[in-house]
């Protein structure tokens, strides 16, 4: 099926998936994969292991799409009937191919009778056609090929062999289309509702050359709404960008989507120059100044990140990665950060768990009360000479502290490196929000400090009523009076 703009239909073939058994993955991959070579997926059927509804929705797809892809059934089992499919839609018999016949040999041995399970997979359609996909790192060719028959390209619904197998042959099978997608992401702060007449209106103009995509988004600390705009001619799509961004500029979110890449750049745009403005970038070139005098002083694998998920330390891991990623450009490894294991939250284990991707991050993980759990990480970790620390001048028992204080004499020997002593609550909140920083989504509840889970809670100087008369609180970056932080700590909540 020829067309200027090629089209592709996915059929993810059995039971286990309609069951529940096991989660689709393979459809997703496909769509953005093929997104990226400018065929554009129109249709995604998911069917069980049976015959006659196999071969039916091939035979439908294969006339309507330029490409059909199918994955899974092609196994040894009773159920494996993805080739016994493809031959019923296009009429044809099945035969023992002799390539693939040789391949099973090689891999499961030469005493295959014709009709052992090895060699169901060497059963295919008289007019197949078989695609050998190469090795990207040796450029050896694969042993197993890829089975494709008119339009019909049948890939393994195992994940890691299907993606293989299309990052081999991609190029080959769908790189000729000649077409590029230009795409352009809008962030809103406000949902739908709010700007529904004028996405209409945008909408009546474009639909038939730049299709509009409307995404709400309720858990983002960003944005509520993410708009996506698409089209095949760059300079229309720019044009139209260019006018949406006008038409909603009152809600428009500069939302950065990767906010780690440009970390360096960021931070010391910032903080680089101390001259340059004002309090905060006095600040924040302050503690990247203290960072850099620590890195001078200690390795790598001598200093960490104390991190627990909390607003202060997230903002010093943001800036820590930056200024090694500055000082250090070529630098691979793993960032260590030091985490007290404590009851808490499910929500700052799930935001640490995410960060220590994000960060390429390796967690030294210790127990119990500082004063023991630092004696044990000297014990598990002996290399270990400073820890970063996100303390501020006006956290409990920090009115002393220099930007390096060691440890009390009776106390683990350790270097505590304060960069951020000076800052202030709204200092740290103008940091993370200014760069785009994610953070742990109970600052968005209306937490403003972060204890144990039995001793903390929202502070009651963001509580308000919603629009539906129900108790609702503000976000913690718009808490007014910093000094009010600590107002959902119960004293009995460790400092």
Same mark, same amino acid.
């Given at each position: 099926?020829?067309?200027?703009?090629?089209?592709?239909?996915?059929?993810?073939?059995?039971?286990?998936?309609?069951?529940?058994?096991?989660?689709?993955?393979?459809?997703?991959?496909?769509?953005?994969?093929?997104?990226?070579?400018?065929?554009?997926?129109?249709?995604?059927?998911?069917?069980?292991?049976?015959?006659?509804?196999?071969?039916?929705?091939?035979?439908?797809?294969?006339?309507?799409?330029?490409h059909v892809i199918t994955s899974g059934g092609i196994g040894?089992?009773?159920?494996?009937?993805?080739?016994?499919?493809?031959? *019923?839609?296009?009429?044809?018999?099945?035969?023992? =191919?002799?390539?693939?016949?040789?391949?099973?040999?090689?891999?499961?041995?030469?005493?295959?009778?014709?009709?052992?399970?090895?060699?169901?997979?060497?059963?295919?359609?008289?007019?197949?056609?078989?695609?050998?996909?190469?090795?990207?790192?040796?450029?050896? +060719?694969?042993?197993? /090929?890829?089975?494709?028959?008119?339009?019909?390209?049948?890939?393994?619904?195992?994940?890691?062999?299907?993606?293989?197998?299309? =990052?081999?042959? +991609?190029?080959?099978?769908?790189?000729?289309?000649?077409?590029?997608?230009?795409?352009?992401?809008?962030?809103?702060?406000?949902?739908?509702?709010?700007?529904?007449?004028?996405?209409?209106?945008?909408?009546?103009?474009?639909?038939?050359?730049?299709?509009?995509?409307?995404?709400?988004?309720?858990?983002?600390?960003?944005?509520?709404?993410?708009?996506?705009?698409?089209?095949?001619?760059?300079?229309?799509?720019?044009?139209? !960008?260019?006018?949406?961004?006008? *038409?909603?500029?009152?809600?428009?979110? !500069?939302?950065?989507?990767?906010?780690?890449?440009?970390?360096?750049? %960021?931070?010391?745009?910032?903080?680089?120059?101390?001259?340059?403005?004002?309090?905060?970038?006095?600040?924040?070139?302050?503690?990247?100044?203290?960072?850099?005098?620590?890195?001078?002083?200690?390795?790598?694998?001598?200093?960490?990140?104390?991190?627990?998920?909390? +607003?202060?330390?997230?903002?010093?891991?943001?800036?820590?990665?930056?200024?090694?990623?500055?000082?250090?450009?070529?630098?691979?490894?793993?960032?260590?950060?030091?985490?007290?294991?404590?009851?808490?939250?499910?929500?700052?284990?799930?935001?640490?768990?995410?960060?220590?991707?994000?960060?390429?991050? +390796?967690?030294?993980?210790?127990?119990?009360?500082?004063?023991?759990?630092?004696?044990?990480?000297?014990?598990?970790?002996?290399?270990?000479?400073?820890?970063?620390?996100?303390?501020?001048?006006?956290? /409990?028992?920090?009115?002393?502290?220099?930007?390096?204080?060691?440890?009390?004499?009776?106390?683990?020997?350790?270097?505590?490196?304060?960069?951020?002593?000076?800052?202030?609550?709204?200092?740290?909140?103008?940091?993370?929000?200014?760069?785009?920083v994610p953070y742990c989504r109970l600052y968005d509840q209306g937490y403003t400090?972060?204890?144990?889970?039995?001793?903390?809670?929202?502070? /009651?100087?963001?509580?308000?009523?919603?629009?539906?008369? %129900?108790?609702?609180?503000?976000?913690?970056?718009?808490?007014?009076?910093?000094?009010?932080?600590?107002?959902?700590?119960?004293?009995?909540?460790?400092?």
């Open positions: 099926m020829a067309g200027a703009k090629p089209t592709a239909g996915i059929i993810i073939i059995g039971d286990e998936i309609l069951k529940g058994h096991t989660a689709d993955t393979n459809s997703h991959f496909l769509c953005k994969e093929l997104y990226t070579l400018g065929v554009k997926v129109e249709k995604i059927s998911v069917v069980g292991d049976d015959l006659q509804v196999i071969s039916h929705e091939i035979a439908t797809f294969s006339n309507r799409f330029t040894p089992t009773h159920d494996d009937l993805t080739l016994e499919g493809v031959a *019923m839609a296009f009429k044809e018999e099945l035969y023992l =191919h002799p390539e693939i016949e040789a391949a099973c040999k090689k891999y499961f041995g030469n005493d295959l009778s014709p009709d052992s399970p090895h060699l169901k997979m060497a059963k295919v359609p008289q007019s197949t056609r078989l695609l050998y996909g190469v090795n990207q790192k040796t450029g050896a +060719k694969h042993d197993y /090929p890829l089975v494709s028959v008119n339009n019909v390209f049948v890939f393994p619904g195992i994940p890691s062999l299907l993606e293989r197998a299309f =990052h081999s042959l +991609k190029d080959q099978l769908f790189a000729s289309s000649g077409i590029t997608f230009h795409v352009r992401e809008v962030y809103l702060s406000e949902h739908e509702l709010k700007v529904v007449d004028i996405l209409n209106k945008f909408n009546a103009k474009y639909k038939d050359t730049v299709p509009l995509g409307s995404y709400p988004e309720w858990h983002n600390s960003y944005y509520k709404l993410k708009l996506i705009l698409e089209s095949g001619d760059e300079e229309l799509i720019e044009s139209a !960008h260019s006018e949406l961004i006008s *038409m909603l500029h009152e809600y428009i979110v !500069h939302y950065q989507k990767d906010p780690v890449s440009v970390a360096p750049e %960021q931070v010391y745009a910032i903080g680089g120059s101390l001259n340059s403005g004002g309090h905060f970038s006095t600040a924040v070139g302050n503690a990247i100044n203290t960072i850099e005098r620590a890195l001078d002083q200690y390795t790598l694998e001598e200093i960490c990140v104390g991190f627990n998920g909390g +607003k202060d330390c997230t903002a010093l891991l943001h800036m820590y990665y930056a200024v090694v990623k500055r000082k250090f450009p070529d630098y691979k490894g793993h960032l260590q950060v030091l985490y007290v294991e404590a009851p808490t939250f499910p929500e700052i284990d799930t935001f640490i768990s995410q960060s220590v991707k994000r960060y390429n991050l +390796k967690t030294l993980t210790v127990h119990g009360r500082m004063k023991e759990a630092l004696s044990d990480l000297k014990k598990k970790h002996p290399e270990l000479k400073a820890v970063l620390m996100g303390t501020r001048r006006t956290d /409990p028992y920090s009115a002393s502290l220099s930007e390096f204080s060691p440890t009390d004499k009776d106390w683990p020997e350790y270097m505590r490196v304060n960069p951020m002593l000076e800052w202030s609550y709204h200092d740290v909140w103008q940091f993370i929000r200014q760069l785009y400090s972060l204890g144990s889970k039995t001793h903390t809670d929202p502070n /009651p100087s963001l509580r308000y009523t919603n629009e539906y008369g %129900q108790t609702a609180y503000k976000p913690a970056w718009m808490l007014e009076n910093g000094l009010d932080e600590r107002s959902g700590r119960n004293p009995l909540s460790p400092k």
